[in-house]
Antibody
Framework: EVQLLESGGGLVQPGGSLRLSCAAS????????MSWVRQAPGKGLEWVSA???????YYADSVKGRFTISRDNSKNTLYLQMNSLRAEDTALYYC?????????????WGKGTTVTVSS | EIVLTQSPATLSVSPGERATLSCRAS??????LAWYQQKPGQAPRLLIY???NRATGIPARFSGSGSGTDFTLTISSLEPEDFAVYYC?????????FGGGTKVEI
């Protein structure tokens, strides 16, 4: 069974940092692009970042320069390093798998990890 | 950035009725558009990709159509489990973007 399990969320002060992780299982992780998508409380979905199987990276303008996506294919794990966090980064963060090598849709989602930025 | 505008924001329908949801793009996305369903407290689920292809395991009552800037998700006969929020997403250009969602309610 294909599964994604996010971790690393929590409460952080404005200007602080967090690193989110997403452990993948049930598929050949290195063959698929992966994305991070967030959802602020009571709001819609917002794409944050994506990474191809070979490591090419893409970012939303709202996080460019502050967030870094990476992957460790040997550990089947996706990461999101979040620096200079702002109140508006408060959200549930999902990792999601691409249905193919690089379609950049999302066919499998984790349950999410919550990030709260507050003093 | 390509803006996706979904309408209506809320659609009130009854079980067994047909639901038609719209997604309009600010510029052409060809057919590179997906639809997702999200129920309260759950992660989104991929329904349709490339405008008209059903994802694995999605019932035939869900269908997608359109190309360019205008897209439609149709639920032919609503089941109780279909009441949810639906989002469209384009992958034609970076950054990827989602629409604001349509809530389908009783």
């Amino acid at each position: 069974e294909v599964q994604l399990l996010e971790s690393g969320g929590g409460l952080v002060q404005p200007g602080g940092s967090l690193r989110l992780s997403c452990a993948a299982s049930g598929f050949t992780f290195s063959n698929y692009a992966m994305s991070w998508v967030r959802q602020a409380p009571g709001k819609g979905l917002e794409w944050v970042s994506a990474i191809s199987g070979s490591g090419g990276t893409y970012y939303a303008d709202s996080v460019k320069g502050r967030f870094t996506i990476s992957r460790d294919n040997s550990k089947n794990t996706l990461y999101l390093q979040m620096n200079s966090l702002r109140a508006e980064d408060t959200a549930l963060y999902y990792c999601a798998k691409d249905p193919t090598k690089s379609d950049y849709y999302m066919d499998v989602w984790g349950k999410g990890t919550t990030v709260t930025v507050s003093s | 950035e390509i803006v996706l505008t979904q309408s209506p924001a809320t659609l009130s329908v009854s079980p067994g009725e047909r639901a038609t949801l719209s997604c309009r793009a600010s510029q052409s996305v060809k057919n590179y558009l997906a639809w997702y369903q999200q129920k309260p407290g759950q992660a989104p689920r991929l329904l349709i990709y490339d405008a008209s292809n059903r994802a694995t395991g999605i019932p035939a009552r869900f269908s997608g159509s359109g190309s360019g800037t205008d897209f439609t998700l149709t639920i032919s006969s609503l089941e109780p489990e279909d009441f949810a929020v639906y989002y469209c997403q384009q992958r034609y250009s970076w950054p990827l973007t989602f629409g604001g969602g349509t809530k389908v309610e009783i």
